[in-house]
């Protein structure tokens, strides 16, 4: 069994489809394929836009249901035999319809709950897994369409629900024991609960659908097709040099994305790392470039220490200092910020005449959580144990990952070494306990220019220029030129 997951970007145009068909046609014939797709193109944006327009009583919802129809009908005129369009376009103008009476309950409700929003979301997979899986049969392969929602059991927290996998993996493994057709094709992103209501799995989601589908029948592959060449060293839009990672493991892959590194989402590493399923980034436009291998066994590069550069921008520090017992207070702290789901990413303590809680987070939390921390200690703030709770914002957090840092001694020396050569003031450092990240809150207006300069220091850096003076050529030394004569290739290479 191999799963291949096909992003938004490759599905966006009838010519990129009609590539999958023949990329899918060369595949061995002696496997079955699981094939998970996004919706079309930007199509989720779409539909959140339109539900938001409705529910603010805008009647433009309606010009963009339009053009997500259009949209789609373009599609089937493109792809498909006239003898199968009809039937195509009546499906997709059924299920706008659908989308258009969801749309106008919001309107006269004037509320958009995120149940309703999910259910508007799905209809981006539900339309491209339908139209998808009929094109494969038109062209030939014997294919059928699967609705996820009945294989992906998840609660009812609607925008980003969280999945079942007792409930998911008995229904997975129970509709593939029977024999199934050689190309199953199923919408990522969504999920349902078990009252049969429509979930999401959070934005960016169909990797995560492909991924547990690919452990709960132990695929032996995990093929993620997208429109890049790969987990890159460093964001390609920011640092020019950047350059796709051959091979990466599971746990610097995963570190990489949660720091920034966009290509794969999250929690995709998980279910196939806990089955050792190896999972290939390809490039849907670029297919004979090698992407990036994410598994168990990477080969290690000895001399390099560092894999990959991400960041997070639009990141806040909150410092609570006083004199405190730091374990009760801290476990408080964490409480009142888990009551509002406040995601902290991470947290430094420290003791000297005062205790310092210093805890890092999205600025976009940060009004939320001065609210719950300053209500949490307000006796204490009141009696002055306490200092108020301090705020800075408009920070950023670099990530340098890389399994190696452990074996090779001075990578945070070069770090911040490099970070203070361009003037870059560290505002707070973390190193993971793995040691295979190297955390650092900097100026967000610094970011770029963070990021430019490590990845020279990592990747970039020129040969080193040696003169070298030789005085006498007796055995010694003209055994020593015979020898660097012999070695060129690796100092020229090196
Ligand atoms: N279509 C969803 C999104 O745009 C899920 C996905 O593409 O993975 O977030």
Wanted: charged share 25%.
């Amino acid at each position: 069994m191999q799963v291949l997951k096909f992003g938004g970007s490759s599905i966006a145009h009838s010519n990129s489809i009609q590539k999958i068909c023949n990329l899918l046609e060369k595949k061995p014939i002696e496997r079955q394929y699981l094939i998970v797709v996004s919706a079309l193109g930007n199509i989720t944006d779409q539909l959140i836009k339109c539900g938001k327009l409705a529910s603010k009583r805008k009647n433009t919802y309606k010009n963009i249901l339009k053009k997500i129809e259009i949209i789609h009908i373009n599609i089937i005129r493109d792809l498909f035999t006239i003898k199968n369009q009809n039937n195509l376009i009546s499906w997709i103008k059924k299920n706008i319809n659908n989308l258009e009476s969801l749309c106008d309950g919001i309107f006269q409700v004037k509320k958009l709950s995120k149940q309703s929003l999910d259910e508007i979301m799905s209809f981006g997979e539900l339309s491209s897994s339908f139209l998808i899986s009929e094109k494969l049969r038109e062209h030939g392969l014997d294919t059928i369409c699967k609705d996820s929602r009945d294989l992906i059991i998840t609660d009812s927290q609607f925008g980003c629900a969280q999945v079942n996998f007792i409930d998911s993996n008995y229904h997975i493994i129970k509709f593939f024991s029977k024999k199934k057709p050689k190309y199953v094709v199923l919408p990522g992103f969504i999920g349902s609960t078990k009252e049969k209501k429509t979930t999401t799995l959070g934005r960016g989601g169909s990797d995560y659908t492909a991924s547990i589908l690919a452990a709960a029948t132990s695929a032996n592959l995990l093929e993620i097709w997208t429109d890049v060449s790969g987990i890159m060293t460093a964001n390609p839009k920011i640092v020019k040099n950047a350059i796709p990672i051959k091979e990466i493991s599971y746990e610097e892959a995963m570190e990489l994305s949660h720091f920034g590194a966009k290509v794969i989402y999250p929690p995709t590493i998980q279910p196939a790392m806990k089955k050792k399923i190896p999972i290939k980034i390809k490039n849907t436009f670029y297919p004979n470039d090698p992407g990036t291998l994410i598994y168990i066994d990477k080969n290690i590069n000895i001399s390099k220490p560092v894999t990959g550069i991400s960041g997070i921008k639009n990141i806040s520090l909150l410092i609570l200092e006083g004199n405190i017992c730091l374990p009760e207070y801290s476990k408080r702290l964490f409480e009142a910020l888990l009551r509002d789901k406040i995601n902290v990413i991470f947290i430094k303590q420290s003791f000297s005449k005062n205790s310092i809680i210093t805890v890092v987070i999205y600025e976009m939390d940060v009004i939320k959580a001065k609210k719950l921390i300053n209500y949490e200690f307000y006796k204490e703030i009141n009696k002055k144990k306490i200092k108020p709770l301090k705020i800075e914002n408009d920070l950023c957090i670099i990530a340098v990952v890389g399994d190696n840092m452990k074996n090779i001694h001075c990578t945070s020396g070069k770090i911040f070494s490099s970070l203070g050569r361009n003037n870059i003031n560290v505002r707070a450092i973390v190193q993971g306990s793995t040691e295979k990240n190297i955390l650092a809150v900097i100026q967000k207006r610094d970011f770029e220019k963070a990021l430019k300069t490590l990845h020279v220091t990592f990747f970039e850096s020129k040969p080193k220029q040696i003169n070298l003076f030789i005085c006498g050529l007796g055995k010694v030394g003209s055994t020593l030129l015979k020898q660097i004569n012999k070695q060129k290739n690796i100092y020229y290479k090196n």
